[in-house]
């Protein structure tokens, strides 16, 4: 079965420097990759995904995340971090069943 | 908006209890997911619906069930409540079958409180 493991619980930047949220992924076919974020009392909202093709996927709000298949890791990247950018980061997986496995998620702090 | 509607947002109940919570799926998805998130377990995938029918099972407990009714939409129902159920109860649509590639669509979940 697939699985994600995100190895952070925290992660903690400051405003203007870049931040790394990372993620590692088991499978057993070829892997869809999902970034969410979810924000205090609100459901997860989708980030950006991993199909095929290009290894680095751009997505909302200036995020982005590079798919490495020989480390089997999906790590999210932001050059800049902003304070609005503090929630919690959940990566999902999916490899050719229906369903979709998230990790743990990682709570991520930008200071001011 | 995601076009995933839950009801009820806030749901307080005793041990014991059984509740109902529903889910609305966007216009058009077929596919209805059910998720749990706890403080100390993160999201747990329960169990996913394609156009009526069960697809996949996760983590649900023989206490949980589910089911998604001709109009596509979806309820779990958790019967003999314990305190340790008390979570954020999460649905998810997507088109549905097939279409791996693509994203999940949350609701902004159920809090249930077990007390």
């Known amino acids: 079965a697939q699985s994600v493991a995100q190895p952070e619980d925290q992660v903690n930047v400051a405003e203007g420097n870049p931040l790394t949220v990372k993620c590692t992924y088991s499978v057993s076919g070829n892997p869809y990759l999902f970034w969410y974020v979810q924000y205090p009392n609100r459901g997860l909202q989708f980030l950006l995904k991993?199909?095929?093709?290009?290894?680095l996927v751009k997505g909302s709000y200036g995020f982005e995340a590079e798919f490495n298949k020989s480390q089997t890791s999906f790590h999210l990247k932001k050059p800049s971090a902003l304070v609005s950018d503090s929630a919690l980061y959940f990566c999902a997986v999916r490899d050719g069943g229906d369903d979709m496995r998230f990790g743990a998620g990682t709570r991520l702090t930008v200071k001011p | 908006d995601s076009g995933v509607t839950q009801t009820p947002k806030h749901l307080i109940t005793a041990t014991g209890q059984r509740v109902t919570l529903r889910c609305s799926p966007r216009s058009g998805d077929l596919s209805v997911y059910w998720y749990q998130q706890s403080l100390d377990q993160g999201l747990q995938f329960l169990i996913q619906?394609?156009?009526?029918?069960?697809?996949a099972k996760g983590n649900i407990l023989e206490r949980f069930s589910a089911q998604q009714f001709p109009d596509l939409h979806s309820e779990l129902n958790l019967s003999s409540l314990e305190l340790g159920d008390s979570a954020l109860y999460f649905c998810?649509?997507?088109?549905?079958?097939?279409?791996?590639?693509?994203?999940?669509?949350f609701g902004e979940g159920s809090r249930l409180t077990v007390l």
């Open positions: 991993y199909i095929t093709g290009d290894n």
């Open positions: 619906y394609y156009n009526g029918e069960e697809r």
């Open positions: 998810a649509s997507s088109p549905g079958q097939g279409r791996l590639s693509g994203e999940l669509f």
